[in-house]
């Protein structure tokens, strides 16, 4: 399995980033993906999930700012970030989920990406 996270870099308050994830390795069309993040001072948090038949799920840090999309045929998932804030700066990865996830309280990882630097600054 690998999953390769793209789009990240920085970007000024207010702004929009796109991040995208190209995976491989596994049937891509049969799991439901989720982006993750890792902000300084705290833990991960998960920020959206989607199944395989597009049904979309948010946590609380994405909070009607962040979108999640996947491409079936591209092997592809992707977020995409407005209205950026400076707490939003951390490292933020793409999940391959198991089978027992349950979206949006039962969250399982089968692996990760090796995650990319959002850094939101003036």
């Known amino acids: 399995v690998q999953l390769v996270e793209s789009g990240g870099g920085l970007v000024q308050p207010g702004g929009s980033l796109r991040l995208s994830c190209a995976a491989s390795?596994?049937?891509?069309?049969?799991?439901?993906m989720s982006w993750v993040r890792q902000v300084s001072g705290k833990g991960f948090e998960w920020l959206s999930g989607?199944?395989?038949?597009?049904?979309?799920f948010y946590g609380d840090p994405a909070n009607g700012r962040f979108s999640i999309s996947r491409d079936g045929a591209k092997y592809e998932v992707y977020l995409q970030m407005n209205n950026l804030k400076p707490e939003d700066t951390g490292v933020y990865y793409c999940?391959?989920?198991?089978?027992?996830?349950?979206?949006?309280?039962?969250?399982?990882?089968?692996?990760w990406g090796q995650g990319i630097q959002v850094t939101v600054s003036s």
């Open positions: 999940a391959k989920n198991g089978i027992a996830t349950i979206f949006p309280h039962t969250i399982v990882y089968d692996a």
């Open positions: 390795g596994f049937d891509f069309n049969r799991h439901a």
């Open positions: 989607i199944y395989v038949d597009a049904r979309r």
